[in-house]
């Protein structure tokens, strides 16, 4: 079967999911379509495209890109100075651009607006949070180049473990492997993230920490915020204390890569509980996996 075939299946598996509660969390197997998980994705992929539209090229995506949702809070341009920063940052804001038509795309009329997404004081409130202190002048990522990395290592990391929980409960296996290929090029962009951060690891901040001690503490705090529903370890950072060794790849034992449910998920975007929208979502997910 061709993936454009099996993605014209999504429109009869969207149509004969049942309704949800607009604030509950469904996670039955049995009434979880590939439709559902797909726009699960898309609402995640509208919150990297926004922030790196925003950071690169100064503005939000386009109303047709969005489905007619609304603008983001807090979208600005971020202050590159590096030009391989920057020219990554286009590679990668074209990337995640490319994602959400992808998925709209794929979805059809079953496709959901973006969601209202924070990409300003959320990102201070998340700073605040996991170095449990107010920062001032509060954290931004279009500061420089160096905070833009802090920016989009909440993400990506992110991004890889929520595809990757996704995998196995797709039921199109050519569903399954489109959604794999952009779970890789997360991964990607993740890779390139964390080699950056971690060169410039000693680099002090006006904060009074090193960029090592805040990048590690992101992840800190992501592992504490999806430990509230499931128990176990799915994060690290770029560090390791212990062994002296910096850290690229995160993974298990077997140099597996995490996963996480989309309840862990939204534990970690919502900065606090899958079940309360807030952080970089204000109102939430849109589809009924939210």
Do not use: W
Not at 51 to 65: D, H, I, N, R, T
Not at 86 to 106: C, K, Q
Not at 136 to 146: A, E, T
Not at 181 to 188: D, H, L, R
């Amino acid at each position: 079967m061709k993936v454009a075939y099996a993605f014209a299946l999504v429109a009869s598996l969207a149509f004969a999911a049942p309704a949800a509660n607009a604030r509950s969390l469904k996670q039955d197997s049995s009434s979880i379509t590939d439709a559902d998980i797909l726009n699960f994705a898309l609402n995640l992929e509208c919150l990297e495209a926004q922030f790196y539209s925003c950071a690169v090229y100064g503005q939000p995506l386009s109303a047709e890109l969005t489905g007619n949702g609304p603008a983001p809070i807090g979208c600005q341009s971020a202050n590159f100075t590096n030009d391989d920063i920057y020219s990554v940052a286009m590679d990668v804001a074209n990337n995640e651009i490319a994602h959400v038509n992808y998925l709209r795309t794929a979805l059809g009329n079953y496709s959901v607006q973006c969601p209202l997404v924070n990409i300003g004081s959320a990102f201070s409130d998340a700073a605040n949070a996991v170095l449990n202190t107010t920062l001032s002048p509060p954290f931004s990522p279009y500061v420089n180049d160096l905070y833009f990395l802090h920016g989009a290592f909440i993400f990506e990391d992110v991004g890889v473990t929520a595809y990757k929980g996704a995998l196995t409960s797709f039921q199109s296996k050519d569903i399954m492997l489109a959604a794999a290929g952009i779970m890789a090029v997360e991964a990607y962009h993740a890779g390139y993230v964390r080699t950056a951060l971690i060169q410039n690891g000693d680099v002090m901040t006006p904060y009074g920490v090193n960029v090592t001690t805040i990048v590690n503490a992101i992840s800190a705090g992501r592992d504490m915020l999806d430990n509230k529903t499931v128990n176990t370890v799915d994060d690290e950072g770029i560090y390791n204390a212990n062994t002296g060794d910096y850290i690229l790849t995160p993974v298990d034992g077997n140099a597996v890569a995490y996963s996480r449910t989309p309840a862990q998920v939204l534990d970690i975007v919502y900065l606090g509980s899958a079940s309360t929208p807030g952080g970089f979502f204000p109102n939430g997910l849109n589809g009924k996996i939210h």
